[in-house]
């Protein structure tokens, strides 16, 4: 296994070129939440008045709807969620200039397209340990959508988030690589 | 009769509901551990070894081991000799899951409407509930926190009789193997055969509450549980979906008698937040 990288957002193209599929990075900084209801609404909004909550050139969206924080806590539990359900939205977003997005499990082509056409890559982050995952959100406030509850849109501050680039500008998929490595059986 | 009151069963449900959230079941745990020796991927074992270390952090801090604290699934027993006292146990069941999602710091996670608005309850209610009468004066309460991106990766089929075990072995591993990376292995796959189109898929959840090894009664289910774990750790999905030897923990089958015409098939798949516990009253 590779040393992982530490990374400051906002990225850049050049940033996003030095990613290869497998490479354990150690995100830092603004990155922005959005899943299912968020994403509905966002793009709807944009169709509309051609804006977005938030400027997502050079950004990061997780994946995430967390936990209520408990007293003492800045965000509860924050795990990411299944990303492809967002990959009906997720082409446009990059070809507004989002750099990236953090989820787990495997994209569908269109996405894979838009990382190549766009530069942007998805990283995968450890689904379920969302207990350890929090760990690694030092700021989190909402900034749209509140009404959304844990679906609203926040503001969070990564110090050193663990994350796995999981399809590159390269055309790469992690699990589909991996996978083969162990496969037994055809079924 | 047995009387059991209300706020007895409320209290229990409450912290039987966070019990849950906070702490794995120590079967899977120790199954988890296990496992770590026989998975061949480095990426794999580390994996589960931060899957461990979140049981525990989530254990020691006493917060939800997963963001996704599910949607709440009851199967009840009820021993026919009881009554309930001061209160409608429908509506108990609910105030408890109500209590624990605000005083445990659960997320809300259900959608009231599932087409038009999506608007969340806010609560975690209505939880689903089974039923059941049994013989006795004792209730028994069994809870899964069943998380969506596990959930949505089930399946059933309705295969024909001639397609037999192979049939059915080929929809479990195929169910298994596009779950992959979405559904957070390592699993737990409940498999509920016969029955009618509905029941299959509540026998698959039901066979989620066995625990980890505990093989079905009928030698023959026992030994197509235990193919079905060595052929679903031969896919490769691994830990995650990074690759590997560990895809599940166990494999579980429940049967039900069938229509003539009929060979019902549904995968429950649980994630490795396998959540389920059960209280006796």
Same mark, same amino acid.
């Given at each position: 296994?590779?040393?992982?990288?530490?990374?400051? *957002? %906002?990225?850049?193209? #050049?940033?996003?070129?030095?990613?290869? &599929? /497998?490479?354990?990075?150690?995100?830092?900084? !603004?990155?922005?939440?959005?899943?299912?209801?968020?994403?509905?609404?966002?793009?709807?909004?944009?169709?509309?008045?051609?804006?977005?909550?938030?400027?997502?050139?050079?950004?990061?969206?997780?994946?995430?709807?967390?936990?209520?924080?408990?007293?003492?806590?800045?965000?509860?539990?924050?795990?990411?969620?299944?990303?492809?359900?967002?990959?009906?939205? *997720? %082409?446009?977003?990059? #070809?507004?200039?989002?750099?990236?997005? &953090? /989820?787990?499990?495997?994209?569908?082509?269109? !996405?894979?397209?838009?990382?190549?056409?766009?530069?942007?890559?998805?990283?995968?982050?450890?689904?379920?340990?969302?207990?350890?995952?929090?760990?690694?959100?030092?700021?989190?406030?909402?900034?749209a959508y509140e009404e959304l509850g844990p679906e609203a849109i926040r503001k969070l501050v990564f110090k050193d988030f663990p994350v796995v680039v999981a399809n590159d500008i390269y055309g790469g998929d992690i699990f589909q690589e991996g996978q083969k490595k162990y496969r037994k059986i055809c079924i | 009769m047995r009387e059991i009151y209300a706020e007895q069963i409320k209290d229990a449900v409450k912290n039987l509901v966070m019990d849950t959230e906070y702490n794995l079941p120590e079967d899977f745990i120790g199954a988890l551990k296990d496992s770590i020796e026989k998975e061949e991927s480095e990426v794999g074992k580390e994996i589960l070894q931060t899957i461990i270390k979140n049981a525990e952090v989530a254990s020691s801090e006493q917060v939800a081991y997963c963001q996704d604290t599910g949607y709440p699934v009851f199967f009840i027993d009820i021993g026919q000799d009881v009554v309930i006292k001061g209160g409608n146990i429908t509506d108990i069941i609910n105030e408890a899951v109500k209590e624990a999602t605000k005083e445990g710091y659960l997320r809300a996670s259900l959608a009231y409407d599932p087409i038009f608005s999506r608007q969340n309850t806010g609560d975690n209610t209505p939880a689903l509930i089974y039923y059941n009468i049994v013989p006795g004066d004792k209730i028994r309460i069994k809870f899964a926190a069943k998380g969506g991106g596990s959930e949505n990766q089930s399946k059933q089929a309705m295969l024909k009789p001639a397609d037999g075990l192979e049939g059915i072995r080929e929809f479990v591993l195929k169910t298994i193997a596009n779950a992959g990376p979405n559904a957070c292995p390592p699993f737990t796959v409940g498999i509920g055969i016969g029955g009618t189109f509905d029941y299959s898929t509540v026998l698959a959840k039901k066979a989620l509450f066995r625990h980890i090894g505990e093989r079905h009664p009928d030698p023959r289910i026992a030994k197509l549980e235990k193919q079905l774990l060595e052929d679903a750790n031969k896919l490769g999905v691994g830990p995650l979906g990074f690759g590997g030897i560990i895809t599940a923990i166990d494999v579980k089958i429940e049967i039900a008698p069938c229509h003539i015409a009929s060979l019902p098939v549904a995968v429950n798949i649980q994630c490795h937040a396998a959540r389920h516990k059960e209280i006796e009253l």
């Amino acid at each position: 296994m590779n040393e992982p990288k530490r990374i400051t *957002t %906002p990225l850049t193209d #050049e940033i996003i070129q030095d990613l290869k &599929i /497998g490479d354990r990075i150690l995100l830092n900084g !603004v990155v922005y939440t959005a899943r299912d209801a968020a994403h509905k609404k966002m793009l709807q909004e944009y169709e509309e008045t051609g804006k977005l909550p938030f400027d997502v050139k050079g950004q990061i969206i997780y994946y995430v709807g967390p936990t209520p924080a408990k007293p003492g806590q800045v965000i509860g539990s924050a795990g990411p969620t299944t990303a492809y359900r967002m990959d009906k939205y *997720t %082409p446009k977003l990059h #070809e507004l200039g989002l750099k990236a997005t &953090i /989820g787990k499990g495997w994209r569908t082509p269109p !996405v894979k397209e838009a990382l190549k056409k766009y530069k942007a890559v998805y990283f995968a982050a450890y689904g379920g340990v969302a207990a350890l995952l929090s760990k690694h959100i030092v700021h989190a406030e909402i900034i749209a959508y509140e009404e959304l509850g844990p679906e609203a849109i926040r503001k969070l501050v990564f110090k050193d988030f663990p994350v796995v680039v999981a399809n590159d500008i390269y055309g790469g998929d992690i699990f589909q690589e991996g996978q083969k490595k162990y496969r037994k059986i055809c079924i | 009769m047995r009387e059991i009151y209300a706020e007895q069963i409320k209290d229990a449900v409450k912290n039987l509901v966070m019990d849950t959230e906070y702490n794995l079941p120590e079967d899977f745990i120790g199954a988890l551990k296990d496992s770590i020796e026989k998975e061949e991927s480095e990426v794999g074992k580390e994996i589960l070894q931060t899957i461990i270390k979140n049981a525990e952090v989530a254990s020691s801090e006493q917060v939800a081991y997963c963001q996704d604290t599910g949607y709440p699934v009851f199967f009840i027993d009820i021993g026919q000799d009881v009554v309930i006292k001061g209160g409608n146990i429908t509506d108990i069941i609910n105030e408890a899951v109500k209590e624990a999602t605000k005083e445990g710091y659960l997320r809300a996670s259900l959608a009231y409407d599932p087409i038009f608005s999506r608007q969340n309850t806010g609560d975690n209610t209505p939880a689903l509930i089974y039923y059941n009468i049994v013989p006795g004066d004792k209730i028994r309460i069994k809870f899964a926190a069943k998380g969506g991106g596990s959930e949505n990766q089930s399946k059933q089929a309705m295969l024909k009789p001639a397609d037999g075990l192979e049939g059915i072995r080929e929809f479990v591993l195929k169910t298994i193997a596009n779950a992959g990376p979405n559904a957070c292995p390592p699993f737990t796959v409940g498999i509920g055969i016969g029955g009618t189109f509905d029941y299959s898929t509540v026998l698959a959840k039901k066979a989620l509450f066995r625990h980890i090894g505990e093989r079905h009664p009928d030698p023959r289910i026992a030994k197509l549980e235990k193919q079905l774990l060595e052929d679903a750790n031969k896919l490769g999905v691994g830990p995650l979906g990074f690759g590997g030897i560990i895809t599940a923990i166990d494999v579980k089958i429940e049967i039900a008698p069938c229509h003539i015409a009929s060979l019902p098939v549904a995968v429950n798949i649980q994630c490795h937040a396998a959540r389920h516990k059960e209280i006796e009253l």
